[in-house]
């Protein structure tokens, strides 16, 4: 891959959000209107904020990735989406409650232009929410047509040149892979045929990428995560990734689990807690989104302290996850990890990290991220799972023939050394040069 071969980012990017209406489709849509318009700067976003080292640290060439790798700009973003609520996004931000009036109000007249449009959405599959303002068809197959209609009118109204589909709704109920999913004629039999292990979510997706457009999954649901879905994104070269925003205690345990093993300290249990209280919080409570959300939390420690390596410090640990609706704090969400270590000759430590965090605003700007390098990934001819914005996610999409990363700083590594290999510029090692002499 060569630098030569990237397109450059001409022209204006849509971004389609599913759950447009939402507390982090909100959180990102005003925010990216306060920074484009002066009023706030984009924090927390690598693509925005971060720096890159070129060469040699001594080189002292440190590009801002924004100017590094060509990125879509800000002012070139235009957003749309879908959800099952007919409120302009004003109001929806309003009602998302992330953040204040005055941050609302500053960006009002270019919120309330921001509508959505109808979303597919079938109860079965996210048992706490209504939709009232949803589409209708024979068969998910013509609903996921209907999508696709969607996505091609957006384009054109818009007068956009690329888009990218990123979903930001409710996380749905516990699917297995199975037999449906495993190629394109049996999934395109299953739409037809309305098979259950079918849901919206997959249908959006399929839209999507049939029409050679990113999909990202910001949601534990499986969702792009199937052979079907991976084999339609190689067939049009189309990038996808997910599953599920890396932010709060996740994020957390991504950074100390590496630092246990790094140091040879043993683990004997590990207990996640958490109160929070918005829609998210609500659809959660319910045992079917618990499930999906439990499993992609739950698979984070096994990867990064690899028990069959090191039985002696992590074979027996005990690893809880629990999130409760509690509605006064809305989506301030507090967050207790209550950690039991042992170190020399087995004597037993303990680490408490309370983390009093805002979910979306840890949120919004992953979406930002993932949008740029989703296009970027595009435009460098990159097709199929990213792992190289594992960075991001709590249940990286790997290919069946590797292994997830979660450790947040190796994932950083790689997702730096991409951007530097893809710009045709060396990956920096860390290696000190004299041992090479
Ligand atoms: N905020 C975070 O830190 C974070 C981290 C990881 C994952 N997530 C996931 O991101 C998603 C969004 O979180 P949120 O806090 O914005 O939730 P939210 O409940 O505020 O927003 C979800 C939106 O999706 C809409 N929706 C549901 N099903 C839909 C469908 N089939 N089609 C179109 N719209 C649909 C809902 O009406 C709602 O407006 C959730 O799945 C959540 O688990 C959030």
Redesign the pocket.
């Given at each position: 891959m060569s630098v030569q071969k990237i397109q450059k980012p001409e022209g204006k990017l849509g971004v389609l959000i599913?759950?447009?209406?939402?507390?982090?489709?909100?959180?990102f849509t005003a925010g990216l209107l306060l920074t484009r318009n002066g009023f706030s700067k984009p924090i927390g976003s690598l693509t925005q904020m971060a720096t890159i080292r070129i060469g040699k640290r001594i080189e002292n060439n440190f590009p801002v990735i924004k100017e590094f790798a060509p990125l879509a700009e800000l002012n070139d973003l235009v957003v749309g989406?879908?959800?099952?609520?007919n409120y302009d996004c004003f109001d929806?931000a309003k009602e998302?409650k992330v953040l204040n009036d005055k941050d609302i109000e500053s960006v009002s007249k270019e919120l309330e232009r921001i509508l959505?449009m109808k979303?597919?959405?079938?109860k079965n599959?996210?048992k706490n929410?209504d939709?009232s303002y949803?589409k209708k068809g024979e068969n998910k197959y013509e609903l996921m047509e209907k999508l696709q209609d969607d996505i091609k009118k957006f384009k054109k109204e818009n007068n956009l040149n690329r888009l990218v589909v990123i979903?930001?709704?409710?996380?749905?109920i516990y699917i297995k892979e199975g037999g449906v999913h495993q190629n394109l004629d049996s999934f395109i039999k299953g739409m037809k045929e309305n098979h259950e292990d079918i849901s919206?979510?997959m249908l959006?997706a399929y839209a999507a990428i049939s029409q050679g457009v990113p999909f990202i999954n910001?949601?534990?649901?499986l969702t792009v995560d199937i052979p079907a879905l991976l084999e339609l994104a190689e067939k049009n070269s189309v990038p996808i990734a997910g599953k599920?925003?890396?932010?709060?205690q996740t994020l957390i345990k991504t950074v100390l689990a590496p630092m246990l093993k790094a140091r040879m300290l043993g683990l004997s249990g590990w207990f996640s807690t958490n109160i929070l209280g918005?829609?998210?919080g609500?659809?959660?409570d319910e045992p079917g989104s618990f499930k999906t959300?439990e499993e992609s939390k739950l698979s984070v420690l096994d990867s990064i302290l690899q028990p069959e390596l090191y039985p002696d410090l992590y074979e027996n640990y005990y690893h809880k996850v629990r999130i409760n609706y509690y509605p006064p704090r809305g989506?301030n969400?507090e967050g207790w990890d209550n950690i039991d270590i042992f170190g020399w000759l087995g004597y037993p430590m303990q680490l408490k990290v309370n983390f009093l965090c805002k979910?979306?605003i840890?949120?919004a700007p992953i979406v930002l991220d993932l949008v740029l390098f989703a296009d970027l990934a595009q435009r460098a001819g990159m097709k199929g799972i990213q792992e190289w914005l594992s960075f991001y996610f709590?249940s990286p999409i790997h290919s069946p023939n590797t292994v997830p990363e979660h450790d947040l700083f190796i994932q950083l590594m790689k997702l730096k050394n991409t951007l530097r290999t893809i710009m045709n510029e060396e990956p920096v090692t860390h290696i000190d040069p004299d041992i090479m002499d």
């Open positions: 599913v759950g447009l209406n939402g507390a982090v489709a909100t959180t989406g879908w959800d099952i609520s929806a998302a959505p979303g597919v959405f079938d599959y996210v929410l939709g949803i979903w930001a709704a409710s996380t749905e919206p979510s959006y910001g949601a534990p649901n599920d925003f890396k932010t709060g918005n829609k998210d609500l659809v959660l959300k989506d969400k979910d979306s840890l949120a709590k």
